[in-house]
């Protein structure tokens, strides 16, 4: 899949499609492709809006460009990327700050499942610079589970591989 846009600061957004359980379709959002997130992040707002169960059993703390900050879980049903479903993808619930132009952060849990091409391209005549993100999956994306079948603990489940520390003892569990 091809995703081209137009760079205007230097973040990367790209458009994809996340299903509202509230609705009941998906619908569009805009996301940072961030290669340096470690998981895929979501607003509060967002979650909220979109009637995503935020598991608050498992406060954990995650580091941001902004220092330490507090997260919480939750399980996106369905997130599209160019219109090919990937199926459940685990995610961290943040605040984000008001000046940020997105409500959700593309980690690496889902970046690192494709083969991925950057090509920045600048017009010499506008000034103006394009991005095309090509973007191969490593998966079958016609054998995808359902939300239902998604554990977030199961380091074999696409999507979900995420380290949480269990409050009890304090070790690190995958």
Request: proline share 3%; aromatic share 10%; with cysteine.
């Amino acid at each position: 899949m091809k995703i081209e846009i137009d760079l205007y600061r230097p973040t990367l957004l790209i458009p994809i499609k996340l299903w509202v359980n509230s609705e009941n379709k998906h619908k569009t959002a805009w996301a940072i492709f961030d290669t340096g997130a470690s998981n895929t992040c979501i607003s509060y707002e967002t979650a909220e809006i979109a009637g995503y169960k935020i598991d608050k059993k498992y406060q954990t703390k995650v580091t941001t460009g902004g220092g330490l900050i507090n997260a919480y879980h939750t399980v996106i049903p369905d997130l599209k990327l160019a219109d090919i479903s990937i199926g459940p993808v685990y995610a961290n619930v943040i605040d984000f700050p008001d000046e940020l132009s997105a409500s959700i952060i593309l980690g690496l849990n889902v970046i690192k499942e494709f083969s991925v091409n950057i090509d920045f391209d600048k017009n010499k005549e506008t000034g103006k610079t394009k991005v095309y993100i090509n973007m191969n999956p490593k998966f079958d994306i016609t054998k995808l589970c359902t939300v239902d079948e998604f554990n977030v603990k199961d380091s074999e489940q696409r999507f979900g591989d995420v380290y949480m520390l269990e409050k009890n003892n304090n070790r690190l569990e995958r």
